[in-house]
């Protein structure tokens, strides 16, 4: 009586991360399909749902709270993190329900890429993609190992703190110089 997620990972060794990632974002009962390295093979608005879900790392950066400069459009990033992030595993607690607890929660898809992507971070699979750029060695779809993103020090696991009790004037004393 094995499940969906171990019955696939027979067949693909980056299953087990990527079904129980898509599990863990989507809440799936079933392990979604995904094509074979489809990272590689497909552009960003040829992906599944469950490829696009996928992509994500799992570093955290992208629910940072960032500073923008209107005048010159810098953005300065923070190691704040909003109040839905898990700050150890670097995973939204609610992700299914986000934007209703967090209204001005950006929800990455193809959409809204081309006006964020100037804000996630270089390392970001979305970014790299858009880019053309290929996934760097320690992304979870090509080591095959969900914790590869933290033992490369990608993620902001266990380095971040809440925004909750803080101000928007606070924002500036927790400036990470160099986080790109």
């Not at 019955?7 to 809440?27: E, G, N």
């Not at 890429?113 to 996934?135: N, V």
């Not at 760097?136 to 971040?160: E, F, K, N, Q, T």
Request: a negative charge.
């Amino acid at each position: 009586s094995e499940d969906a997620c171990t019955s696939q990972t027979r067949r693909d060794p980056t299953a087990l991360f990527i079904c129980l990632a898509s599990r863990q974002r989507s809440h799936m009962t079933d392990a979604p399909t995904l094509r074979p390295r489809f990272w590689e093979r497909y552009p960003l608005d040829a992906l599944t749902h469950a490829e696009w879900e996928a992509l994500c790392d799992g570093c955290g950066k992208c629910c940072l709270l960032k500073l923008e400069d209107y005048e010159t459009g810098e953005v300065a990033m923070t190691n704040v993190a909003c109040r839905l992030l898990d700050r150890q595993t670097c995973r939204c607690t609610n992700y299914a329900e986000r934007k209703r607890h967090v209204p001005d929660c950006v929800i990455i898809d193809a959409k809204t890429l081309p006006k964020i992507r100037y804000w996630l971070p270089i390392t970001c699979a979305y970014r790299l993609m858009a880019d053309g750029a290929p996934l760097p060695d320690w992304h979870p779809l090509v080591s095959g190992d969900p914790g590869s993103v933290h033992r490369a020090g990608i993620s902001l696991a266990g380095r971040m703190v809440s925004e909750v009790g803080l101000t928007e004037d606070d924002l500036e004393d927790y400036i990470i110089e160099g986080l790109e």
